[in-house]
C-alpha cells in the first residue's frame, strides 16, 4: 500500500457524461500528478499540482480538467466522455515535485474508467 | 521535449536467468531515472531508481546502470522468479514531469 488512495476504484458511464475522479496523497505529500494508462499502454503525463498551485501541464484534453484542494485531494474531472477515453486513470503524489533532483512519486491503485 | 524509449517490448526468460531491460532518453538534462514495476491491473510500484550523480546502485537481486554520456540506462535483475513476471516502465525526469517508457512485458517461466 503506497498510502495514496483513489476513488472510485471502477467507473462505468456513457458517452458525452462527466464524471470527477478523486485522489488523496500520500500524508505529508504535497504535489500530485495524473496519469492516463490505455490499455497494453504507458503511462501518459496528464498534469501535476504542488501545494494548490498548478505546476506542470502534459497531453491533457480540453475536455479534462483538474484542481488540488487546501486539504491537498485532488479531483480530475472528464466531461463530454468519448469511448477513447476509457482507461486507467491514476494519481501518484510526491513530498515536494520534481524541481531539483526529481521526487519519488508513489501511484495509487487507479481508478477503471469505461465508457459505453 | 524528453523522449524515453524502451526495449524489448517483451521478454521470456526461464527461472534463475538474469533480465536485462534497457532506456535510452534525449535530454541530456534529465537527472533522475525511476524503474516501476506494473502487475496486471495493479498500480505502478517504484523498485529502483538513480540519480544522475551514480552511475549504479543495487538493491538485493536488481540493479540499476546510468551511462550518462551515451543516454542510457538499464535495469537488471538477477535469479529472476515467477513473481518478477510484470511490466516494468522506465521513467527519465525531463522538464517538469516523468517521462515514461512504453513497457516491457517480462514473462519468467518456472
Known amino acids: 500500500d503506497s498510502g495514496v488512495t483513489q476513488t472510485p476504484k471502477h467507473l462505468i458511464t456513457a458517452t458525452g457524461q462527466r464524471v470527477t475522479l478523486r485522489c488523496s496523497p500520500r500524508?505529508?505529500?504535497?504535489?500530485v500528478y495524473w496519469y492516463q494508462q490505455s490499455l497494453d499502454q504507458g503511462l501518459q503525463f496528464l498534469i501535476q499540482y504542488y501545494n494548490g498551485e498548478e505546476r506542470a501541464k502534459g497531453n491533457i484534453l480540453e475536455r479534462f480538467s483538474a484542481q488540488q484542494f487546501p486539504d491537498l485531494h485532488s479531483e480530475l474531472n472528464l466531461s463530454s466522455l468519448e469511448l477513447g477515453d476509457s482507461a486507467l486513470y491514476f494519481c501518484?503524489?510526491?513530498?515536494?515535485?520534481?524541481?531539483?533532483?526529481?521526487?519519488?512519486?508513489?501511484f495509487g491503485p487507479g481508478t477503471r474508467l469505461t465508457v459505453l | 521535449g524528453e523522449n524515453v524509449e524502451q526495449h524489448p517490448s517483451t521478454l521470456s526468460v526461464q527461472e534463475g536467468d538474469s533480465a536485462v531491460i534497457k532506456c535510452t532518453y534525449s535530454d541530456s538534462a534529465s537527472n533522475y531515472f525511476p524503474w516501476y514495476k506494473q502487475e496486471l491491473g495493479k498500480r505502478p510500484q517504484l523498485i529502483i531508481d538513480i540519480r544522475s550523480n551514480v552511475g549504479e546502485k543495487k538493491d538485493q537481486r536488481i540493479a540499476v546502470t546510468l551511462n550518462k554520456t551515451a543516454k542510457h540506462f538499464s535495469l537488471h535483475i538477477t535469479e529472476t522468479q515467477p513473481e518478477d513476471s510484470a511490466v516494468y516502465f522506465c521513467a527519465a525526469k525531463g522538464f517538469q514531469k516523468l517521462v515514461f517508457g512504453t513497457g516491457t512485458r517480462l514473462l519468467v517461466s518456472p
Open positions: 501518484a503524489s510526491s513530498p515536494r515535485g520534481l524541481a531539483g533532483g526529481g521526487d519519488t512519486q508513489y
Open positions: 500524508s505529508g505529500d504535497l504535489s
